[in-house]
Structure formats: structure tokens, C-alpha cells
């Protein structure tokens, strides 16, 4: 068994949901080296997260910003932590909702990935910044 | 360390939530070859998840199904990627939700799974089909 | 690649939020012995769960208790499964959403988690008792 493991940095994105499986594969290090296995991916951030799903269609990301502002709303009053403006709580929630990190099977050289799934990056922030992400893939 | 990948097909349920704990641990072709590990089970699916909740009563599961049908509606009109019917779009964001894999520490040989833990396939489409899962487990 | 694995038992904590990064710490054995890897912390529960969020501000953990118990609401009538209490469904239901594992990778034989990174522990019954978590770690 090999381990491989770096980091990337994403540019910064605004706020709303990115398929960002291309920027991903082409950072891979460990492509010709492990052929079954799996790869981690992790979002160093509280309030930016990363999950998998529909990768086609643009306006299931668009509906995913709609639903995730309606199910943690802005500005509720019984929030306790609001200094940091009105996104941040809700951007904390948010990121628990959905996730600090995937894990991907390696199969024959590659994510075994469904045909519609892709990676998206979550930016809950209204201006998140660069966001890190360290990647470690171990296998065979 | 040893690695061991395989996928298997789940034969097609109804909406809801189903315990696959038999189907998954009859299908495991490590045991006897690891006794310290993980296996994650990953579905290749954007519209059906994987969870580990509670695995004794079924009313459990059928409470689920209403509280997910309620915290994610269908028709919302604000939705713009509807073409796939009124349960599409509600079903990719209840697969983000719940996540596309469970990762479970194998113990003495065994899923190390709690008294009360199970597997559950969430099938959020009303006609899903089979769903593909790559199941992956590597120690020693 | 080594592999190190073992159990330890939290203390029984009040509903709520809580941050476990430093006694999670303190229990790790692969210190020194793993330098690139990951580590894998599981709960063997379904009515509490594990998520990384903001470990500096009290009061964040405080409105998570308070979202989530406006996002799974006690006493809804369409429950079925409420023998064991008015918090027990919703236990279900929170950990199925917050997810019963965290993974975090390992860089220079330390956890890799941001700088506003922690571990919690999310406690979703009243009296929920003690807690047994798995943690398994391997790299090289």
C-alpha cells in the first residue's frame, strides 16, 4: 500500500455551489501510481464544505443555494453568534449539514465515480477568500 | 496492509429507508483477511444516499421518510431544475444531506458497528432503480 | 503503512454541542509513529453524532443546539416512533444529518485541521450517557 497526500488551494469562489471535479483530478499526484484505493479530499474551513452531487445540469446548483438560504436562514434572532455578519452562522451550519470532507473510491486508476456525480465545493460565505484543501489518496 | 474493492447492485427499492446491513455483510469478501480496518461503502448515486442510524425498530425509518419529505418539500416553486419530476430535484439535496458513503471501523474482524447501528439505503427517488455500491476495505 | 486502532469512552455530557479536540488529542497512541495518514474517529451511537466545526466561540455551539431543534422539531405529531421520549426521534434524525464519523487527514504526524477547526461532539438526548467512540489511524 502507497500513501500520496498534498494540498491544493482553490481560488476564491463566490457564494453558492461549484463542481470543481476537474480542478481536483487534474491536481492528482498519484494517478499511474495507485490503482485501488481511495482519496480523501478535506476543506480546512468551517464555513465552506464540500460534498457530492448532480454534475450536469448548472441549475441543480443554483436550487441547492436556494434550499440550503431557506433551511438556515439569515439573521435569526435567536442567534447568538452574529458578529461576523449574517452569513457566518448560517455558513457554520451549513458546512455541518453537508460536510468537512468526501472519500472517493479508486477503481482501476481512476474515482469511481457515478456517471452524474461530480464534487462540489460549497462556499457559504459571502466573501469566503482561497480555501485549502488536503488531499491524501492511499492504495494499491 | 491489505486492500480489497468490489461493487455490488442493490436490487431497486421503494422510496423510504431500508436497512442493508445482511445484504452488505453477506457480501463481504474480506472477512477472515482483515482484522484491524475500515471498509467504506460509497454509492455511485446523486439521488439515493447512504446513513447509519438505528437498526431495530422500523418505525424509525418510516419516520424518515416524513421528516425528510417535510425538511426538503417537492414543488417548491422557487426550484428551477424540474424537468425529472416533482421528486428529483428534492431528491439530490436529501442525498447531500445524508452523504454518498458510510466508512466503518472493522474490529476482531467485524463491522464495529454500535448495538443499535445499521445500514440504511435512502432511496429518494419514487422509481430509483438498482443502485451501484463500491464497497472498499483495507487493514490487516 | 501501520494501522493503530482502539476505543475510548466519553464522559456522559448534557444535550448540546460539545468540543472533544483536546481529549481526542490527549487519547491518541500513533503519535511519532505515523507522520502521513489519516484518522478516523466513529461513534458507535444513532441518537448522538461527530462533525468539525468552529472551535473558538462558545456561543456557536450554542446556536447550533438552537438550530437544530428548530430544524427537527420535538413532538411532531406525525412521529411514530415515540416511545422512548420526545427527544428520541429527533436524536435520530440530527445524527443521521451530522453523520457518525469524522476523517481527518494526517500532515507531519498532527492532525491537519484548520486553524478554526475542532471536533464535536453532538449530544442530541437529554440523558444520553456515556459514548464509545472507535478511533483508527494508519499511514506511514
Known amino acids: 500500500m502507497k500513501i500520496y497526500q498534498y494540498t491544493i488551494t482553490l481560488s476564491e469562489r463566490r457564494r453558492g455551489f461549484h463542481l470543481i ?7 492528482l499526484i498519484w494517478l499511474n501510481e495507485i490503482k485501488t484505493g481511495l482519496c480523501q479530499i478535506f476543506i480546512q474551513h468551517t464555513s ?11 441549475t441543480v446548483r443554483v ?13 435569526d ?20 449539514l453537508l460536510g468537512s470532507s468526501v ?3 479508486i477503481v482501476n486508476g481512476r474515482f469511481a465515480l457515478g ?4 464534487i462540489y465545493l460549497c462556499e457559504h460565505r ?3 477568500g482561497r480555501r485549502d484543501l488536503v488531499i491524501t489518496a492511499w492504495g494499491e
Chains 1, 2, 3 share one sequence.
Open 115 to 118: 456517471m452524474w456525480q461530480g
Open 21 to 27: 471535479t476537474k480542478e481536483v483530478v487534474n491536481s
Open 63 to 75: 436550487d441547492f443555494e436556494t434550499y440550503f438560504n431557506k433551511a438556515v436562514p439569515e439573521n
Open 48 to 58: 465552506a464544505s464540500l460534498c457530492i452531487n448532480e454534475n450536469a445540469d448548472p
Open 77 to 96: 434572532p435567536d442567534y447568538v453568534h452574529d458578529t461576523e455578519g449574517s452569513d457566518d452562522m448560517p455558513a457554520h451550519l451549513k458546512a455541518a
Open 126 to 128: 459571502n466573501h469566503g
Open 103 to 105: 472519500l472517493i473510491p
